[in-house]
């Protein structure tokens, strides 16, 4: 915990929760942010609430704006556009938000001293809002620029992985450019991967846009629905081997990253793949095992694995980490630096079963984040 210098009670701290977004994962921050600000130490922390529409405006809400956002397949929530606009520091010299209001008044929130983003997908897990916060010099939770921009980035991250000897799916990435050229690379999109192949946009998040394609001429229209989602699409073969998800948290003081002393498995009991829908909507299929049947040996493994990734992906913080659990060992799939964080999300729930609570691990999160070097 934070302490004072004098041994006094330490002073109580300011956060920013911020949510929403532009990305097609809004309605899963929505819910993110619900949960934590049910579950953070009120005691350490008071809390500014802060949407960001799905146009972009940044928004003051009141905790009550948040109360009923729940996930629900027929109505996400999403935060409305109340006329407030909040204005982030303007230089590195003051950390004080500002709030104009619908009738052009202007006051001010105070001193904020870090910032959670809870956000999900690009424009918030990519690096974009990491960037304004570095240029203002604000403490927030999370991977910096690079590290965000890296893990949001699937072909790049994976290419980067691979490099520095972390066993990855095999993959082909191909632009919306060279789709509609035509060229010659597009024929052999399939060419030494293995089937069922994983189609999937570079950079979204939460299975959004990802089709599994069982034979060629399922391909262009697995293409065009992850175009639909960005202008960079990845091929990849299917992995045979138990889906495998670790949380890894950020060392203190430059020690080496933690991963998480339980494993969870994402058991497919009817469903192809993990969608959606069998994420965050309920849908039937696909059931989760927490914590995982593995043995030591392919525990250790996992950790070693995940730690690793961390570091060479520039991770800061928190990410959870997903792997395929074959018999030559872990592959990884993924990297997320903002995953879900609802009380009952993958993540949270790994460090509940390796004895750090969920209020505690917000508390953790935020004591990172202050404790970080400035950007410079």
Not at 189 to 216: C, I, N, Q, W
Not at 277 to 295: H, I, M
Request: include cysteine.
């Amino acid at each position: 915990m934070i302490t004072s210098v004098t041994g006094a009670a330490p002073r109580k701290r300011t956060v920013v929760l911020l949510f929403g977004g532009r990305s097609s994962e809004h309605g899963i921050s929505c819910v993110t942010a619900a949960g934590v600000l049910r579950a953070i130490d009120r005691e350490a922390f008071d809390v500014i609430t802060v949407g960001i529409t799905r146009r972009g405006a940044t928004v003051l809400m009141r905790e009550d704006d948040l109360a009923d956002y729940r996930l629900d397949a027929g109505a996400l929530p999403e935060v409305v556009d109340n006329g407030t606009r909040v204005l982030w520091p303007a230089s590195v010299d003051a950390h004080a938000l500002t709030v104009v209001h619908e009738d052009g008044s202007v006051r001010s929130l105070g001193h904020i001293d870090a910032v959670l983003p809870m956000l999900h997908g690009p424009f918030g897990e990519d690096g974009t809002i990491q960037g304004l916060f570095d240029l203002v010099d604000l403490p927030y939770v999370g991977s910096g620029v690079l590290g965000s921009a890296l893990c949001m980035d699937k072909h790049a991250v994976k290419t980067l992985l691979q490099a520095s000897g972390i066993r990855v799916a095999p993959w082909r990435m191909i632009t919306r450019e060279e789709l509609d050229r035509g060229d010659s690379a597009v024929a052999g999109l399939d060419a030494g991967l293995d089937y069922p192949l994983f189609v999937k946009p570079a950079r979204a998040g939460s299975s959004v846009g990802v089709t599994r394609v069982t034979e060629p001429s399922g391909l262009p229209e697995a293409l065009e629905t992850a175009f639909a989602e960005d202008r960079m699409v990845l091929v990849e073969s299917g992995v045979t081997g138990r889906e495998i998800e670790i949380a890894v948290l950020e060392g203190r003081a430059g020690a080496a990253p933690r991963a998480s002393s339980v494993l969870g498995e994402i058991v497919f009991t009817g469903r192809e793949f993990y969608d959606f829908e069998a994420k965050y909507l309920g849908a039937s299929g696909v059931e989760l095992e927490l914590p995982a049947d593995v043995t030591p040996e392919e525990l250790a493994a996992v950790q070693q694995a995940a730690m690793r990734a961390f570091e060479a992906a520039q991770c800061a913080g928190l990410a959870r980490i997903d792997f395929f659990l074959t018999d030559d060992g872990p592959v990884l799939n993924e990297i997320n630096t903002m995953p879900g964080f609802t009380p009952i999300s993958m993540y949270p729930r790994l460090w509940e079963e390796s004895g750090l609570a969920y209020s505690d691990l917000i508390t953790e999160l935020i004591e990172l984040a202050l404790e970080k070097p400035r950007a410079h």
